[in-house]
């Protein structure tokens, strides 16, 4: 199966798409580069109530431009703190990683002083 590209940057095959989509579970982050919009990047968490299950999604969405100025990982951090403490509010917990495990070296980078 063929997917439609809708940029240059998309997924062309099926396999690649679920290739990246079991790299997206196993990271719990999604990248998005180029992929709707030139020269916008954006990393996306899920948010987890207390059952576990996914009710909604928190992201970020800069230039490339701003994106290529820190890691990736900073990017991947930052949404996923948010998606963890949106989780909390609702009750969700991860026995196999304890809250504090989530601390970023990259916000406070990010944040205005």
Do not use: K
């Not at 999604?30 to 987890?48: D, G, I, K, Y």
């Not at 890691?71 to 969700?92: I, K, M, T, Y």
Request: glycine content about 4%.
């Amino acid at each position: 199966m063929t997917c439609r590209r809708w940029r240059s940057a998309a997924y062309e095959r099926l396999a690649a798409l679920q290739e990246e989509l079991e790299r997206v579970r196993e990271r719990g982050v999604a990248f998005e580069r180029e992929e709707s919009t030139l020269n916008v990047f954006c990393a996306a968490a899920p948010v987890r109530d207390g059952s576990g299950a996914v009710v909604a999604a928190i992201s970020t969405s800069v230039s490339s431009a701003h994106w290529h100025q820190r890691p990736e990982e900073c990017w991947a951090d930052l949404v996923q703190q948010g998606a963890d403490r949106l989780s909390a509010l609702l009750g969700f917990t991860d026995p196999h990683r304890p809250a504090s495990t989530r601390q970023s070296v990259w916000l406070p980078t990010l944040l205005p002083n």
